[in-house]
Structure formats: structure tokens, C-alpha cells
């Protein structure tokens, strides 16, 4: 499920590699809000009884930006493949709830004007108006550590999500502490 | 009336008529219940099997469109409207959210696949599911 208002993008892809998943597209960022998703790539566990058996957490797919994210993607790949095979959870749901991430009253806000702002993009059909900006504009200021506005946001606005914004993004965030989400599964240590 | 639209919880956005006239941003009655999911009984404002009272009615309707900015204070939703583009979004609050969360009951959810079908979490269930998140940028 690809949290991007570029149906394009994840069109072409999921195509060119050729997944056999279903791939959904969540412009809205419907899926986030639900399930407490703050950056990605992230998953999230549910069994066979509709039960949330692993909260969001980072979980990248390989270890390509293992230096920058500190997290040894085989931990996750392990856990995944032993609760698959044999049911067996890393978690109890204790655990489930206290490292799930819940949204601030700010963060709804903001999830919100991100609506309203691809909606304008919608209606006027030029993909970049002024009136989306200033929405996603007031999303940053409310929601000024959520990867999935902060850097969601930046090609939406034609910045580059890996230049200059982007790194400023980081060194805010870095900052702040590194708030998001709180599992850490295969953290490393630097 | 002008035209506008109207993001709801479930990220499908109908096009409604906006009154000029009354309330903060008051969709017609009919458009009120494509829009939200929700309508206006004697009862109250229902969903489903659930009905939430309404105390200040005039300050809810006119009889031909109802304010979703009161709408959203009745039913405890968050609002955040345009009214000079005439775009609403309705979403949860945050502590309604975290509740919901805490219940690890997973959300159904609805959304297009790459080829523009409509695909629910649901038609999945009776067996396990890993729900990944990613994106382009």
C-alpha cells in the first residue's frame, strides 16, 4: 500500500518489478491514520482473527540505507518469517499497545489539510496550485516531524526528496530526538 | 449554491453543493448523506444502528442543507474546510483514534489497486496479512 498522491509513480514501479502483491494506492493517506504510520517503509502485522499482532514500525526492505536508518533489515525478515511459519509472536499485546504511535490532536489537524490540498490538486487539474500549497503548508506546521508529511509533501512542491529540504528535514528531526516509532526493531548501534 | 467537495473519513471525496447561505459549510441534505455516510432522522444524526441526539437543530440545519461544521462538533469528528475553494475534509480525533488503536482491532479500509480496482483489507481476512506501507518518495 504506497502512501502517494503519484498514482504514476507507483503504477510504473510495482510494474517494473513485477509484484505479486496486491498494491493499493492511498493518496489520502487513509491507511496512516489508521494504523499510526509515520514514515516509511513500514508494516504492519494483523492475523488471521483481525487482530493487530505487531504495531507500524520501520521496516526496510533491505539494507541499502542501513547507514543512515541504524536498522539491520534481516530482524524483521526473521521475525516475520517465524510468526508466518509457526504463529509464534515477538510481542504480546501489552507490547502491541505501548509501542504503537498515537496521533496528536495536530497531527489529525494536519493529516486533514493534506486532504484538502490533494483534493484542490484534483479539482484544478495543474497538480501544483497555490491553494494546495498553503494547506500543505499549514500541514508542515502542524506536523513538523511526520515523514509523511514533511517529506511526503516535498514532491508535491517540486523539492527534490533527497536534496537540500530534505537534509534540513533530517537535521530538524535528528534534533528533535528522532521521534516516530518507538519499536525499533533491528536497531544497531552505531 | 456553488459547487464544492468533501473529503471524508474514508478518503472518498464526493462533490456536494455548498449553501451560501447558511452555516459555516453546509452541504444540501442529499449530498449530506453521499458525502458522509451519515443522515438526519428524527431520531438524529444516524449511522449504521448508532443515532447521536441533536440539541440545537437550527444551529444544524435549515431544512435544506446541514453545517458539517456543526456536524463534526455533534459527532465528535475533526473538520478542517476551505470555505473560500469549497473543499471539507472530516476526519478522527486524536483520542478517538488512540482508542481505536488500543482495541487491536485492525480497520477495514478501502482503496484502489494499480489497475484502478477497488480493494479492501477485507477481502483478505481468515488468514494472515502483513500491511506495507511505502511510496515514491
Redo the contacts between chains.
Sequence with gaps: ????A??V???E???KEQLT?????????????????VN?????????N????RP?DS?PGSDLFRDFSNVDSEVHHNL?RK??RSGERDLD?AR??EF?V????D???A???R??A???R??DQDGDSL?SRE?LTRAEELAPLDWTIR??N??LVGVD?FGDEFFKFVGEWTNAGRPGFKLGTGRVKK | MNQGRVVNQEGETTVVDVASNFGEFAVSLADFARATGWQLKPEGLCIDEICVPIREANRLTDGASIDLVEFARVTKQNIVFDRQRQVAALGERADSRGDSMSSLLAPDFKLPDIHGRQVSFSDFNRRKRLLLAWSSW
Design positions: 500500500m504506497a502512501l502517494d503519484d498514482e509513480a507507483v503504477r514501479w510495482a510494474t502483491m496486491p498494491v493499493l494506492i492511498d493518496k489520502y493517506h487513509v491507511v496512516a491514520d489508521l494504523y499510526g504510520i516509511v517503509p513500514a508494516a504492519v502485522w494483523v492475523d488471521e483481525d487482530r493487530i499482532v507500524a521496516t516475520l510468526w508466518v499485546d502491541v499497545r504503537q498515537k496521533p496528536s490532536p497531527v489529525q489537524l493529516r486533514l489539510h486532504r484538502i490533494i483534493a484542490l484534483e479539482r491553494a494547506h517529506r511526503g516535498m514532491p526528496p
